[in-house]
């Protein structure tokens, strides 16, 4: 066993126990004899019973609430688990359920995991880094917890997205669970109902924002940088208002990047391979409307216009077939209210003046004056993408792209069934959370879930193997392409656009490749061969087995 721990120390080690499966001779040698029942398991035995008791739960939150307890008491169980029953176990690991989880965090707290960053603390940063419970560690994922998935300002409570992602980078990219941080930044909450809560367990305190907002995120930033340098920093979570000048200011300083923004621009890239080639139409030819403009959406829109200028547009002609449609209708160059990143993607107002609108254009005015081929939701607002809408759109696009990407489910554009109902059977569909399948002509056709889980697991096993020190657009670029490269959709356009979770875990290993390579063409990385990176990602890679 490596380290010194013996007796109850170790046998409540997570990270190193192996609960009942100690045999005779190790519970001796480490001092446990007498502290086991009897009889000696297996980890496949410890497995099975797992999963039989987590069968038994019927409610999704009771289920993640006995997976994160198991998590707690033996980790190498809790990824073989997942493991063993990857589709069943991801709704419940991550999303939908995660959200209900955030939501209800002082509620069913349990026990600590990751690191609480509190704002009062701000002068004490150093102190609370190095209480992390690992010295070592490759990856951390961090949140403030002001905008979680499209259930808004969480607090404290974002904490169970760091936690839930770290899971998904060990489970499908293989990264140690013991080199894994999560931290939520405790900068306080503008939820009115946490703050009255006499359960809430953060700092009850209106956010803190503006320039000491940012001060505080440079001094963490700096003290991460001093303490964990070579770490991969993933940002997850934080409003959009924050989230693109926080990437913008740290990417070029240390190995760093925003899921939100570059994960999801490249899940959705991916997606978008398979379903343009089952369209019979590339993405250069496509008119694509982007209802949502926050982060994300803009995120991905960049991924799409450099796509399309991949293709042999001009930024000028790929930038006139993107439309982007927010709260208050089309994004259009007379409009005063554009960030830097919307403006760029807003349609010359002269362009729509023909269309004789009494007000800003909204998306069912752009779908009936455009041949709109792709439409991509990432508003968090639930039914959106209208029967009136849908119907338009199909009438011009032998196969409509639908992709309603809001999560969690509530939040969702669109359901797949009626997107297929609607189109006749015709769309090809992705969504953001899980959802099942659709049944046409007596055939169940599995939905493709977008979710970044394909993307940030191979970029961390990816930077890690390769000894990355940024992370570019150009690596995201690759790591879209090789994901697309495993659409099922390229040899039959009837099966899903994306992977099943079952074959994930394997094609993480081939994204990170890919990523891997492009690392070290950008000068990012050492100089290695395809081949000696190969090895280093299977060298690097953790699995759920009992070791020693």
């Keep these: 066993m490596p380290g010194k721990k013996t007796g109850q120390a170790l046998l409540f080690d997570a990270l190193r126990t192996k609960g009942t499966a100690f045999t005779h001779d190790e519970r001796r040698e480490f001092g446990l004899l007498g502290l086991l029942p009897t009889a000696e398991k297996t980890l496949d035995q410890q497995a099975e019973h797992c999963w039989h008791e987590f069968c038994r739960r019927r409610e999704d939150i009771d289920k993640h609430i006995y997976l994160r307890s198991l998590q707690d008491r033996n980790e190498t169980l809790f990824y073989r688990v997942l493991s063993d029953h990857i589709a069943d176990t991801m709704p419940i690991v991550y999303t939908p359920t995660v959200g209900d989880a955030c939501q209800r965090f002082s509620e069913i707290y349990q026990r ?18 190095r209480n992390r419970p690992s010295r070592d560690v490759d990856v951390i994922v961090v949140t403030d917890g002001q905008r979680i998935l499209g259930l808004g300002d969480q607090g404290i409570g974002g904490m169970g997205i760091p936690v839930g992602k770290l899971s998904l980078y060990t489970l499908i990219g293989g990264i140690d669970p013991a080199r894994t941080l999560p931290i939520v930044l405790d900068v306080g909450t503008d939820n009115a109902e946490l703050l009255e809560d006499p359960q809430y367990l953060g700092w009850r305190h209106r956010r803190i924002d503006g320039d000491e907002y940012y001060a505080f995120i440079d001094e963490f930033v700096g003290t991460v940088k001093d303490e964990l340098p ?32 570059q994960g999801t621009a490249a899940v959705t890239l991916g997606a978008l391979h398979g379903a343009a080639k089952a369209a019979g139409r590339p993405l250069s030819q496509q008119q694509v409307v982007m209802l949502g ?11 799409v216009h450099r796509q399309m200028v991949s293709e042999g547009l001009t930024p000028q002609q790929a930038a006139a077939q993107i439309w982007v449609v927010d709260i208050k209708g089309l ?5 005063t209210d554009l960030t830097p990143g919307q403006l760029g993607f807003a349609q010359p107002a002269a362009r729509v003046a023909g269309w004789e609108l009494s007000g800003p254009a909204q998306l069912a005015d752009v779908v009936h004056h455009v041949e709109v081929g792709v439409l991509i939701g990432l508003s968090t607002a639930a039914g959106a993408f209208t029967e009136q809408i849908v119907r338009e759109m199909a009438a011009k696009a032998a196969r409509p792209i639908i992709f309603p990407l809001s999560n969690p489910t509530s939040r969702a554009e669109a359901h797949p069934a009626e997107l297929d109902e609607w189109t006749q059977g015709r769309a090809l569909i992705a969504t953001g959370s899980p959802f099942a399948a659709v049944r046409r002509d007596g055939v169940e056709r599995a939905i493709a879930q977008c979710n970044n889980a394909y993307i940030f697991p191979a970029m961390g096993l990816a930077v890690t193997a390769a000894q990355a020190t940024r992370v570019t657009d150009e690596m995201m670029r690759a790591a879209a392409a090789a994901l697309g490269d495993a659409s099922p959709a390229l040899t039959d356009a009837d099966r899903p656009l994306l992977p099943t979770w079952s074959d994930v875990p394997e094609i993480a290993g081939r994204i990170a490749q890919a990523v ?14 395809p081949a000696e990176l190969s090895a280093r990602i299977a060298e690097v890679r953790w699995t759920p087995e009992y070791r020693g």
């Design 331 to 335: 994004l259009t160059d007379d409009r």
């Design 230 to 261: 070579d770490v991969l920093l993933q940002w997850e979570d934080f409003a959009t208002a924050h989230a693109l000048p926080i990437l913008q200011r740290y990417r070029d300083e240390l190995l760093t990047f925003n899921d939100d923004i």
């Design 112 to 129: 600590p995991r990751g690191l609480f960053v509190s704002y009062p603390d701000r002068q004490r940063l150093r102190e609370v880094l």
């Design 516 to 529: 891997a390579v492009q690392a070290v063409t950008d000068g990012v990385a050492p100089h290695r061969s």
């Design 293 to 303: 403009a926050g982060s994300a959406g803009i995120g991905v829109l960049e991924m």
